[in-house]
């Protein structure tokens, strides 16, 4: 008798809570046609519009962003594959002149150092210190000459216009370097040099480094920018940053351009389904 009263006693427990939840199972399969079937008002076309076409703009920045990355994994792949090229020396460069457009090609440069003509590109930082890029032109023969970015010099704490120590040696020298792009230009509001300055008017210390100025005051054409990769000498740092690609950027630009258009799909579907079905269901109870 204890054992049927338990029984009944559950039993009876359990008839309204399967009632309940067989009302709302009902509920649901009532009202999900209808919020499916319901006629739209213009609002609803016209948030549908405006969320398809968001999405889709989204979508396609995002493949955007993964093209560009493409693009420069391809480019990076290019430069290392020239940079693991044979390294080119003096006597091949002026065999075929038109190997000094090779970009980020080794060389091996024998010749002599023009100092008179070193200039210092100043706030040009290295490894968190501010200094100089220092640049001087080297003579591969009397017709022959290469603007060579030497390496770094850090600047005077109380004086910007006192150059550290630097030994420049004379006679013939050898660089190993690779060719490379101008320095980049920084930022100023000082006018731009004029170009009809003598050549003696023009300061060692500059901000950047025009090149048809610079090389009208040397007095020869230069052939190529060469980076000098030698060990650190001569009183000069050369711990120049390897060549990134900077993909990254670009992947984190397209995850995020992905995320914004999950996010508005959701919130279309959310608020132009979920709600409308569970304020339905609130007021049928």
Not at 74 to 81: E, K, L, M, P
Not at 178 to 206: C, G, H, V, W, Y
Not at 262 to 284: C, E, G, K, M, V
Request: proline content about 6%; hydrophobic content about 40%; some cysteine.
């Amino acid at each position: 008798p204890t054992r049927r009263s338990s029984d009944l006693i559950m039993k009876n427990k359990a008839e309204p809570r399967l009632a309940r939840m067989a009302k709302k199972a009902k509920i649901t399969k009532n009202f999900m046609p209808s919020i499916i079937s319901v006629p739209r008002s213009r609002a609803f076309y016209a948030v549908t519009l405006a969320t398809l076409c968001g999405v889709a703009l989204t979508m396609r920045l995002g493949f955007w962003q993964l093209s560009r990355a493409a693009e420069k994994e391809q480019r990076q792949a290019q430069i290392v594959a020239q940079m693991n090229a044979p390294v080119l020396d003096t006597e091949a460069l002026l065999d075929a002149p038109s190997k000094f457009k090779s970009l980020h090609q080794r060389v091996i440069l024998n010749g002599r150092w023009l100092p008179e003509h070193t200039v210092y590109l100043e706030n040009r930082p290295m490894n968190g210190r501010t200094g100089f890029w220092v640049l001087t032109p080297l003579e591969l023969n009397a017709n022959t000459r290469v603007l060579v970015q030497r390496g770094w010099l850090p600047r005077h704490q109380l004086d910007r216009t006192l150059l550290p120590d630097m030994q420049t040696p004379e006679g013939v020298v050898q660089v190993q370097g690779r060719i490379a792009l101008p320095p980049s230009d920084l930022m100023t509001f000082r006018e731009r040099e004029d170009k009809s300055r003598n050549a003696s008017d023009l300061t060692q210390i500059r901000q950047n480094i025009e090149m048809d100025v610079y090389m009208s005051q040397v007095g020869s054409p230069l052939k190529a920018i060469v980076l000098q990769t030698d060990e650190s000498s001569e009183g000069l740092l050369r711990d120049w940053p390897q060549i990134a690609s900077g993909v990254e950027k670009n992947l984190a630009y397209a995850f995020q351009w992905f995320c914004l258009a999950a996010l508005q799909l959701l919130l279309y579907i959310w608020f132009q389904f979920i709600q409308p079905y569970r304020h339905a269901r609130r007021t049928s109870f």
